[in-house]
C-alpha cells in the first residue's frame, strides 16, 4: 500500500497494522488416540428364499434359529454358519468370522444389519 495511505489509516486508526502472526499448525501428537480395531462390516439381510448372497446374511428357521442363528456368505461367496458365534441383541457377532473354505482369506467382524432375534449365545 502507498506511504500516504498508511499515513492516513495510521492517523484514524492511530497504529501501525499489525500482522498477525501466522497460526501454527499444530499436528495431533496423539499415537495414541489412533484405533487400532478392525473395522465392523455391516452385512445386509437376504430377502427371499435360497442362500444368501455374498456379504448378506439369513436367520435360521424360527425353530432351530436358537442353535444355528444364522448363514452368511463371505465375499467370496462361501456359505459360513454361525453355529459357535454369539450374535448379540445389535447383531454383532463374536468373535469375528473366518471362512474355513481353503484359500479363502476371508476374516471380518461383522454386524447382522436387521438382527431382530435377541442376542443369542454361542453355546446354550
Ligand atoms: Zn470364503
Same mark, same amino acid.
Given at each position: 500500500? +502507498?506511504?500516504?495511505?498508511?499515513?492516513?489509516?495510521?492517523?484514524? #486508526? /492511530?497504529?501501525?497494522?499489525?500482522?498477525?502472526?501466522?497460526?501454527?499448525?499444530?499436528?495431533?501428537?496423539?499415537?495414541?488416540?489412533?484405533?487400532?480395531?478392525?473395522?465392523?462390516?455391516?452385512?445386509?439381510? @437376504?430377502?427371499?428364499? /435360497?442362500?444368501? !448372497?455374498?456379504? &448378506?446374511?439369513?436367520?435360521? @428357521?424360527?425353530?432351530?434359529?436358537? *442353535?444355528?442363528?444364522?448363514?452368511?456368505?463371505?465375499?467370496?461367496? @462361501? /456359505?459360513?454358519?454361525?453355529?459357535? &458365534?454369539?450374535? !448379540?441383541?445389535?447383531? *454383532?457377532?463374536?468373535?469375528?468370522? #473366518?471362512?474355513?473354505?481353503?484359500?479363502?482369506?476371508? @476374516?471380518?467382524?461383522?454386524?447382522?444389519?436387521?438382527?431382530?432375534? /435377541?442376542?443369542? +449365545?454361542?453355546?446354550?
Amino acid at each position: 500500500m +502507498p506511504k500516504w495511505l498508511k499515513a492516513v489509516l495510521r492517523f484514524f #486508526v /492511530g497504529e501501525p497494522i499489525a500482522q498477525r502472526p501466522a497460526s501454527r499448525t499444530s499436528r495431533p501428537t496423539g499415537a495414541a488416540s489412533r484405533q487400532r480395531s478392525y473395522p465392523l462390516i455391516g452385512l445386509k439381510e @437376504h430377502a427371499g428364499e /435360497g442362500r444368501p !448372497e455374498r456379504l &448378506h446374511w439369513k436367520a435360521s @428357521h424360527p425353530s432351530t434359529i436358537r *442353535r444355528f442363528k444364522a448363514e452368511v456368505t463371505c465375499s467370496q461367496g @462361501h /456359505g459360513i454358519a454361525l453355529r459357535d &458365534h454369539t450374535i !448379540e441383541a445389535d447383531g *454383532r457377532v463374536v468373535p469375528s468370522i #473366518v471362512c474355513r473354505t481353503p484359500g479363502c482369506d476371508f @476374516h471380518e467382524i461383522v454386524r447382522l444389519e436387521g438382527w431382530r432375534a /435377541g442376542r443369542i +449365545p454361542a453355546a446354550i
